[in-house]
């Protein structure tokens, strides 16, 4: 698969105003990690889609180069962040890896199969965890992890330790985890919650009226 290559420069300020104007020509600020202290950078938001597409929601490895060197480094995307109102991408947080050491990613989980559950008795998948911490070199970072619920009963629950993980890949989430489980019919639930056919809810009954009580001497002069 051809390594993908971004392209970043270096940037002077820092802070609302730096950042404004670096967003008006056309780049949003970016923050390298990995070396002897972050080092404030720009890139264009436009490398960085075009960079991450058909790999929403995967750690992507890529080649990222300062502008007018040749000296590439290997690196990951850390975090982005966008604006809540526009949906434009205003920060990028890069981390420089080592090809030769382990690093912990986040990686999405891919369910597959039919669950007996749901095509035998209509049940309905719930997908509880939808992605698992996983520690690998960064060439074996997957793009996802197979869940297969295809042997989940009703009330039956995939876990992490079921999980087929690539070799050289060790997922760090607690083995008895609960990844997706099997829910029973909608119609079996309010089944469960109403009255039998022919049976007659309880009438809950009336209160008590209590009469207003008479006062002592005018009962007295009712009954001479």
Known sequence: MEMRELTIRK????????AGRLRRAGQVPATLYGGASPVN??????????????HEGSTQLFRVTFEG???????????MQFDPVSESLIH???????????????????????????????GILEMILREVQVSCLPAAIPNSI???VSEL?????????DLAVPEG????????????????PAVEEAAAV?????????????PEVLTERKPKDEADEKKK
């Open 194 to 206: 109403t009255p039998a056919a022919g049976t007659v809810a309880a009438t809950p009954a009336e």
């Open 169 to 184: 890949v060790r997922i760090l989430n607690d083995p008895g985890q609960a990844v997706a489980t099997v829910a029973p």
């Open 69 to 79: 060197t040749t000296d590439a480094k290997m690196a990951i995307i850390r975090d």
């Open 153 to 161: 009963g009703i009330h039956d629950v995939l876990t992490v330790r």
């Open 92 to 122: 990028v947080d890069l981390q420089e890896v080592a090809m030769d050491k382990p690093i912990q990613v986040a990686v999405p989980l891919r369910h597959v199969g039919e669950a007996r559950g749901v095509k035998d008795v209509g």
């Open 11 to 18: 940037r002077d300020g820092v802070g609302k105003g730096p």
């Open 41 to 54: 950078v720009a890139v264009a938001p436009k490398d960085v889609l075009r960079l991450i597409h058909g």
């Open 146 to 148: 197979t869940a297969d």
